[in-house]
């Protein structure tokens, strides 16, 4: 009953279009009333508190950086490297992607900032060289979603936050995962394109290749600061989201000379509406948490679960299938937000390692940004590329398949990520 309740005051509400943020507070209230302890006082007190959070003070600051990035030029030279490096193979404008991919996802860890900038400078090459719109499109969406795996990574410190996991480990847990994704993503690609007929770019000299690593090694400077930062533990996530910030800053405007002073107030004014989004719904999020545990929602669904509770890999894939169901009418963030305080106590109940968990909870949610209706780099891709979301849905199928066996390799095979993160703790 009480799993009812919470779940029709969440989802009624959004059905009839009330914003994400006021169905959980109206989720929240549902259970009070239900459990008799509605107090006005505990509503504004879970809502001042959830966002009262040290580690979630690094959101803003990678938001910020992955914008600065994007305007001053850091993000243009990692593609232009990626090209000179990838571009003249068979495929190349493909690989240059999923490489530039992976690059970006360390800079930003925003798959929505990776999937507007991939898609505003490689997607207009990869059409005119004579790459099917449909599918070059599916790839750069399909790449993009690498952004929330690889450190650093929003995902993460919003799932570390409210599951109470260590954001380091999840940071450094995360790294080998995506390669993988990108490594699978390369395979798709290649199988892909060889069904087409395009124009190769000429292969350029190494006296060019050696030009476009220095001009971008400055933004590659970048990723290496903070994972080593955070593996030799010289800052916390959210030092390293304040160090992101004032380093991509500093290059863009001292070093590249690309983001101009009158540039700035726009910069800010943007990663301060998407922080504002964010840092909203977390707030909202913390009186559902709250009213989850207090009318033991976790022990209704380990209750419901019981059957699975004794084999760990088929609990894992209820639950994947669960959150893949749940990611494609919710996006990335309130998915986050609601499912982690359910999911949680029922994961350490099983004895599943947090810190594993929460890299296949994000991969998942990563993937639902790829799945409609709801998928947010779906959204963005649909609207650089002019192409409807059922052309794009052709298109993005096959690396959504790549992407999904990865998931699925990673819940038969726990080392995949236990293994790296022990070697990258060290």
Same mark, same amino acid.
């Given at each position: 009953?009480?799993?009812?309740?919470? +779940? @029709? /005051? $969440? *989802?009624? %509400? &959004?059905? #009839?279009?009330?914003?994400?943020?006021? !169905?959980?507070?109206?989720?929240?209230? =549902?259970?009070?009333?239900?459990?008799?302890?509605?107090?006005?006082?505990?509503?504004?007190?879970?809502?001042?508190?959830?966002?009262?959070?040290?580690?979630?003070?690094?959101?803003?600051?990678?938001?910020?950086?992955?914008?600065?990035?994007?305007?001053?030029?850091?993000?243009?030279?990692?593609?232009?490297?990626?090209?000179?490096?990838?571009?003249?193979?068979?495929?190349?404008?493909?690989?240059?992607?999923?490489?530039?991919?992976?690059?970006?996802?360390?800079?930003?860890?925003?798959?929505?900032?990776?999937?507007?900038? +991939? @898609? /505003? $400078? *490689?997607? %207009? &090459?990869? #059409?005119?060289?004579?790459?099917?719109? !449909?599918?070059?499109?599916?790839?750069? =969406?399909?790449?993009?979603?690498?952004?929330?795996?690889?450190?650093?990574?929003?995902?993460?410190?919003?799932?570390?936050?409210?599951?109470?996991?260590?954001?380091?480990?999840?940071?450094?847990?995360?790294?080998?995962?995506?390669?993988?994704?990108?490594?699978?993503?390369?395979?798709?690609?290649?199988?892909?394109?060889?069904?087409?007929?395009?124009?190769?770019?000429?292969?350029?000299?190494?006296?060019?290749?050696?030009?476009?690593?220095?001009?971008?090694?400055?933004?590659?400077?970048?990723?290496?600061?903070?994972?080593?930062?955070?593996?030799?533990?010289?800052?916390?996530?959210?030092?390293?989201?304040?160090?992101? !910030?004032?380093?991509?800053?500093?290059?863009?405007?001292?070093?590249?000379?690309?983001?101009?002073?009158?540039?700035?107030?726009?910069?800010?004014?943007?990663?301060?509406?998407?922080?504002?989004?964010?840092?909203?719904?977390?707030?909202?999020?913390?009186?559902?948490?709250?009213?989850?545990?207090?009318?033991?929602?976790?022990?209704?669904?380990?209750?419901?679960?019981?059957?699975?509770?004794?084999?760990?890999?088929?609990?894992?894939?209820?639950?994947?299938?669960?959150?893949?169901?749940?990611?494609?009418?919710?996006?990335?963030?309130?998915?986050?937000?609601?499912?982690?305080?359910?999911?949680?106590?029922?994961?350490?109940?099983?004895?599943?390692?947090?810190?594993?968990?929460?890299?296949?909870?994000?991969?998942?949610?990563?993937?639902?940004?790829?799945?409609?209706?709801?998928?947010?780099?779906?959204?963005?891709?649909?609207?650089?590329?002019?192409?409807?979301?059922?052309?794009?849905?052709?298109?993005?199928?096959?690396?959504?398949?790549?992407?999904?066996?990865?998931?699925?390799?990673?819940?038969?095979?726990?080392?995949?990520?236990?293994?790296?993160?022990?070697?990258?703790?060290?």
């Amino acid at each position: 009953m009480t799993i009812s309740i919470f +779940l @029709g /005051a $969440l *989802l009624g %509400p &959004m059905a #009839l279009g009330v914003p994400i943020a006021f !169905a959980l507070i109206l989720s929240g209230v =549902a259970l009070m009333l239900y459990l008799g302890l509605f107090d006005a006082q505990i509503v504004a007190q879970n809502v001042l508190n959830g966002a009262d959070s040290f580690p979630l003070m690094a959101v803003p600051f990678f938001l910020l950086a992955g914008e600065v990035m994007n305007t001053g030029g850091l993000s243009r030279r990692i593609v232009a490297l990626a090209m000179a490096m990838v571009g003249h193979i068979r495929g190349g404008l493909g690989f240059v992607a999923i490489f530039a991919a992976c690059i970006l996802s360390s800079l930003s860890g925003s798959a929505v900032a990776d999937a507007a900038a +991939l @898609g /505003a $400078l *490689l997607l %207009p &090459m990869m #059409l005119k060289s004579g790459h099917d719109p !449909a599918r070059a499109s599916g790839l750069i =969406a399909s790449a993009s979603i690498i952004g929330p795996i690889i450190p650093p990574s929003i995902g993460f410190i919003l799932f570390g936050v409210v599951g109470g996991v260590s954001i380091t480990k999840l940071f450094l847990a995360g790294i080998f995962p995506g390669l993988m994704i990108a490594a699978a993503l390369s395979i798709t690609w290649l199988i892909v394109a060889r069904k087409e007929q395009f124009e190769l770019p000429p292969r350029q000299s190494g006296r060019l290749r050696l030009r476009a690593f220095v001009d971008s090694l400055w933004a590659l400077f970048l990723p290496v600061i903070i994972i080593a930062g955070l593996k030799f533990g010289v800052f916390t996530p959210t030092e390293a989201g304040v160090i992101a !910030a004032v380093y991509s800053l500093f290059v863009s405007m001292v070093v590249y000379r690309e983001l101009a002073p009158a540039q700035l107030f726009h910069v800010f004014v943007s990663a301060a509406k998407i922080s504002a989004v964010v840092m909203f719904l977390v707030a909202c999020a913390a009186v559902s948490a709250w009213l989850i545990t207090v009318a033991d929602v976790p022990g209704a669904l380990a209750a419901l679960l019981e059957p699975l509770m004794g084999n760990q890999t088929a609990l894992l894939i209820a639950i994947m299938v669960l959150i893949v169901i749940v990611g494609t009418a919710m996006d990335m963030t309130p998915t986050i937000l609601i499912m982690t305080p359910v999911l949680m106590p029922v994961i350490k109940q099983a004895g599943i390692d947090p810190v594993y968990f929460g890299v296949l909870f994000i991969i998942n949610n990563s993937i639902g940004l790829i799945t409609p209706p709801v998928g947010t780099v779906l959204n963005v891709i649909c609207g650089v590329s002019k192409l409807s979301m059922e052309d794009l849905m052709k298109g993005v199928m096959p690396f959504l398949f790549a992407e999904l066996i990865v998931l699925f390799l990673l819940v038969l095979f726990p080392e995949l990520v236990t293994v790296p993160v022990s070697w990258f703790g060290r």
